[in-house]
């Protein structure tokens, strides 16, 4: 009976700790946000494009465009009528409807010329539309001769240099230059176009009735087809809003349809996927998976003092427990001794 005793109070102190660990951490028990992260419904945005709308004040909400730093260059000389030229900035202000406009977005200067030429507002100057579109209503035409060559000079010189609003090249922005024309050049536009789009600047050229086929093609970007237009008045110019906003506006690239499992995130003229909170991005780039979840056990303070000094007082009892029945087996040795030698 002595013997068993200590072990009975072993084996209780090892069973209260197994007892306090497990009801502390209890592996077939989840935590509660867990299981509503689990359960949280996984969507997917695979949205159809929307249609086009030739409105230019009503553009869609998914329409982007790409940042560009854009320079329209207007013919306003003699043979543009006034009426004519009132026509010419309707269009340009149909074209900064159908831009996603900022600092960080679309960038637009308007160069103006004549016999001479004069920058309107430069690409650092406006960066909200109602702002953009006074700007353009307040342009006078120059009239007189058409320097078309010397136009596109000073786009380049003046308008697109990071001094005048034009991001650097290490941003990747496109340079776009929109040239607007009804006549034949009175200058040479061959060696400064290509100049310009040496330099990265992607031009277009728009003829209008009397406008020069010839010219135009030497001006613009190749391929041709895409980057040389002709409408036969100013009245109808405003038409071209709708082929630019096919060129120059992307659709949202989340809203045409992506592989992402949880979020979709624009970004230009691509996309990236992010996962919601509590998970993380698969190598695939793709899908998601739960974060691992790192278990730790928390003692209260109060149970492990408690804890410690039932140990010592049960290590104490065992100690002394043990002497006595070292005494006790000394005494019965030396008495089965004393029985021994009778």
């Given at each position: 009976?002595?013997?068993?005793?200590?072990?009975?109070?072993?084996?209780?102190?090892?069973?209260?700790?197994?007892?306090?660990?497990?009801?502390?951490?209890?592996?077939?028990?989840?935590?509660?946000?867990?299981?509503?992260?689990?359960?949280?419904?996984?969507?997917?945005?695979?949205?159809?494009?929307?249609?086009?709308?030739?409105?230019?004040?009503?553009?869609?909400?998914?329409?982007?465009?790409?940042?560009?730093?854009?320079?329209?260059?207007?013919?306003?000389?003699?043979?543009?009528?006034?009426?004519?030229?009132?026509?010419?900035?309707?269009?340009?202000?149909?074209?900064?409807?159908?831009?996603?406009?900022?600092?960080?977005?679309?960038?637009?200067?308007?160069?103006?010329?004549?016999?001479?030429?004069?920058?309107?507002?430069?690409?650092?100057?406006?960066?909200?539309?109602?702002?953009?579109?006074?700007?353009?209503?307040?342009?006078?035409?120059?009239?007189?001769?058409?320097?078309?060559?010397?136009?596109?000079?000073?786009?380049?010189?003046?308008?697109?240099?990071?001094?005048?609003?034009?991001?650097?090249?290490?941003?990747?922005?496109?340079?776009?230059?929109?040239?607007?024309?009804?006549?034949?050049?009175?200058?040479?536009?061959?060696?400064?176009?290509?100049?310009?789009?040496?330099?990265?600047?992607?031009?277009?050229?728009?003829?209008?009735?009397?406008?020069?086929?010839?010219?135009?093609?030497?001006?613009?970007?190749?391929?041709?087809?895409?980057?040389?237009?002709?409408?036969?008045?100013?009245?109808?110019?405003e038409k071209l809003t709708s082929k630019f906003r096919e060129t120059l506006c992307g659709l949202d690239p989340c809203a045409m349809?992506?592989?992402?499992?949880?979020?979709?995130?624009?970004?230009?003229?691509?996309?990236?996927?992010?996962?919601?909170?509590?998970?993380?991005?698969?190598?695939?780039?793709?899908?998601?998976?739960?974060?691992?979840?790192?278990?730790?056990?928390?003692?209260?303070?109060?149970?492990?003092?408690?804890?410690?000094?039932?140990?010592?007082?049960?290590?104490?009892?065992?100690?002394?427990?043990?002497?006595?029945l070292a005494d006790v087996s000394g005494r019965i040795q030396h008495l089965e001794n004393m029985v021994g030698h009778l």
């Open positions: 009976m002595m013997t068993s005793l200590p072990w009975s109070l072993l084996c209780c102190t090892v069973f209260l700790l197994l007892s306090e660990v497990f009801g502390t951490y209890h592996p077939g028990v989840r935590d509660p946000q867990l299981i509503a992260a689990q359960s949280y419904a996984q969507t997917r945005n695979n949205g159809r494009p929307p249609v086009r709308t030739l409105n230019p004040s009503k553009t869609d909400s998914q329409c982007r465009s790409r940042p560009l730093d854009l320079v329209f260059i207007i013919d306003s000389s003699r043979s543009v009528r006034p009426g004519e030229f009132e026509k010419v900035k309707i269009f340009l202000a149909d074209m900064v409807d159908t831009l996603d406009v900022g600092s960080e977005a679309t960038r637009v200067a308007v160069v103006n010329y004549a016999s001479t030429v004069k920058i309107e507002f430069f690409l650092k100057d406006h960066f909200n539309k109602p702002d953009m579109k006074k700007a353009i209503s307040r342009i006078e035409p120059l009239a007189a001769g058409t320097m078309t060559g010397l136009a596109i000079k000073t786009a380049v010189n003046e308008a697109f240099t990071e001094q005048s609003g034009a991001r650097p090249r290490s941003r990747k922005i496109s340079k776009v230059a929109i040239i607007v024309t009804d006549g034949r050049p009175q200058d040479q536009v061959e060696e400064v176009s290509a100049t310009a789009r040496a330099a990265g600047i992607e031009i277009y050229a728009v003829g209008v009735d009397r406008a020069d086929m010839r010219s135009l093609k030497l001006m613009a970007s190749i391929p041709l087809d895409d980057h040389v237009f002709y409408v036969e008045t100013y009245g109808v110019i349809g992506h592989e992402c499992e949880h979020i979709c995130v624009n970004s230009n003229a691509s996309y990236y996927c992010k996962c919601r909170s509590g998970y993380i991005l698969n190598a695939d780039k793709k899908t998601c998976s739960l974060k691992p979840v790192k278990v730790e056990v928390v003692e209260d303070p109060c149970k492990c003092e408690a804890r410690l000094a039932f140990q010592k007082q049960t290590q104490a009892a065992i100690q002394r427990l043990t002497a006595k």
